[in-house]
């Protein structure tokens, strides 16, 4: 299975901040790296798709980048919503992995 | 507004089974691929599985943990997958999410489909203990 880890593991930031999160692979996924926000009892929102496709509806101020092993995730100028749990998913080969998770908080 | 609901979760004893459930609506069902993930208590997500739309032969693909025991299937007529579970084990206890799965082709992948997940439901939760 492809082994998938984020740094950091949490991440205290204020309002207007911009944050960096990082996504390793265990081997080459080529762009295949999905980003997600999830807040606790809702549902898993798709940020980022194809490592740096922003998906419909989400404000610009989210941008992915990077392909083969290394992959980042960058929110410019952070909002209130923003704090939440971020994962990266890689949909390469199944079975499909996640990161362990990046829990974004307010300092 | 495009949604997925999840029902059918619950209190079950280990060794017994359940039939999880997630609606479609606005959107056309039929269209898409379906997955199922879970979330243990405390932890990451994880996938379970995946059906397939009609026109990809409603393929189906499991996580190790849950293959020959769980099974995923649609009824694109009602709008609604169904993940049956047997055999529980405390370890499937978790909040399960079915989601959505869109695709793109793009040339630098395998087979040319890229399959993403834009739309989840909130979940439904399944503790599996005696």
């Known amino acids: 299975d492809i082994q998938m880890t984020q740094s950091p593991s949490s991440l205290s930031a204020s309002q207007g901040d911009r944050v960096i999160i990082t996504c390793r692979a265990s081997q080459s996924i080529s762009k295949s790296l999905n980003w997600y926000r999830h807040k606790p009892g809702g549902a898993p929102e798709l940020l980022i798709y194809?490592?740096?496709t922003l998906q419909s509806g989400v404000q610009s101020r989210v941008s992915g980048s990077g392909s083969g092993t290394e992959f980042t995730l960058t929110i410019s100028s952070l909002q209130p919503e923003d704090f939440a749990t971020y994962y990266c998913?890689?949909?390469?080969?199944?079975?499909?992995?996640f990161g362990q998770g990046t829990k974004l908080e307010i300092k | 507004e495009v949604q997925l609901v999840e029902s059918g979760g619950g209190l079950i004893q280990p060794g017994r089974s359940l039939r999880l459930s997630c609606a479609g609506s606005g959107f056309f069902f039929g269209d898409d691929g379906l997955s199922w993930f879970r979330q243990p208590p405390g932890k990451g997500l994880e996938w379970v599985g995946y059906?397939?739309?009609?026109?990809?032969?409603?393929?189906?693909n499991y996580a190790a943990s849950v293959k020959d025991r769980f099974i995923i299937s649609r009824d694109d007529s009602k709008g609604i997958a169904h993940l049956q579970m047997n055999s529980l084990k405390t370890e499937d206890t978790g909040v399960y999410f079915c989601?959505?799965?869109?695709?793109?082709?793009?040339?630098?992948?395998?087979?040319?489909?890229?399959?993403?997940?834009?739309?989840w439901g909130k979940g439904t939760t399944v503790i599996v203990s005696s």
């Open positions: 059906i397939r739309a009609k026109a990809f032969g409603e393929a189906t």
């Open positions: 998913q890689q949909s390469y080969i199944t079975p499909y992995t």
């Open positions: 194809a490592a740096s």
């Open positions: 989601t959505r799965d869109r695709i793109r082709y793009f040339d630098w992948i395998p087979g040319g489909y890229y399959y993403y997940m834009d739309v």
